[in-house]
């Protein structure tokens, strides 16, 4: 199959997401796969011309190696307001183009506006389109303002498009809600390297590369660092003392919008040797830096973006045998329930002491262990079968 990938992220910059772990499996399988995308972090990057020109490359892979993705990324303008208004335009010309050009069997979706036009167009060319949502997208847009605007165009493409994919089963019912017929709706739950992460080795050097010693309590958190996270809560809890006599740690991988907000609590609280912040690193770290936690923590606010998502970094905890103390979200608890290796608090600033007492009473292994049993079902093998089975059987049917 050619599969058109339709996102208004980066593919390079952002993830590893659910979309780089299906794509770059489904290439591997002789898949053509073309991404056109958006570079969303321009303003982070400094000054840069107002004008970025169309380019096309290879990206290099994220998670499976020779893996070869195409990526195509449009004509934008680096003003605010100026870059999503461009892309209507830029994005609209660009999936034309490649509708001639690439003549693609089926249509994937992940963003708002220009999975609109992409759905358009594919009706009218009679190609399928599937809208995969890891997110309540308009939930996403940061300017208010426009977030209503949002709501009403992805509900457009919930109910257009020839299949809806969601991560959980939460986030399926928000997509019937906002209109999707229950017969065009499927969950593709987020997948796992159980391998990559079963007994990596290499947390001790870890530890030791970043001056944390083997009696500490390692809380560990990695992945992109928002507003609502909850990691300037977690690092208010360390100021304040908590866990000091339990020597509790955390060990931050990520970057992102409140990263320089983190690092400034840190530096006032002189917290340097209870906060270690590491910028992202390769992916094929990450399993020696969970190696070298105790627990990891998802201590987000409850916030409605949060509220109906699983962040795919809750799997690779869990299947890396670490217990996860995490913020009690509605989409989490119904994905993990009770006893799975996910002890849930009501707040950020409960995360320190609840993974203080969980060292204490000695069962981070035990629930490490249940964790990892509860995920072994993710494995990204056979969620990737179904995804192409998914896709096949639309492109199967188009040609009845």
Known sequence: MRILVLQES??????????????????????????????IGWRARGKLPPLLLRKEFIAKPKVIERAEVEVVRPTAIRLAYLDYASIIWTHELEIRHQLREFRPDILVGLGILNAFSGIRQARRAGIPFVYYLIDELHRLVSQPALSGLARVIEQANIRRASLVLSINQTLRDYTIAMGARPWRTEVLPAGVDLGRYGAAPGGSNVRLRHGLRPEDLVLFFMGWVYPFSGLREVAASLVAGEGQEARARLLVVGKGDSWS????????????????????????????????????????????????????????????????????????????????????????????????ELARKGTLKELGAAGRAFVAKNDWNPITDTFESYLTALVNRRGE
């Open 10 to 39: 980066d593919w390079v910059d952002r993830g590893p997401h659910q979309s780089h772990h299906l794509f770059e499996r489904l290439s591997q399988r002789g898949h053509r796969i073309r991404v056109v995308d958006f570079e």
């Open 261 to 356: 907000d983190l690092v400034r609590i840190v530096e006032k609280g002189a917290l340097q040797d209870r906060v270690k912040l590491v910028a992202f690193q390769p992916y094929s770290e990450m399993p020696s830096y969970l190696a070298a936690a105790d627990v990891c923590v998802l201590p987000a606010r409850t916030v409605t973006t949060m509220r109906n998502i699983v962040p795919i970094k809750m799997y690779e905890y869990l299947a890396a045998g670490k217990p996860v103390v995490a913020t009690r979200l509605p989409g989490l608890a119904k994905e993990f329930g009770e006893g799975h290796g996910v002890v849930y608090v009501n707040g950020p600033e409960q995360v320190v002491s609840k993974a203080v």
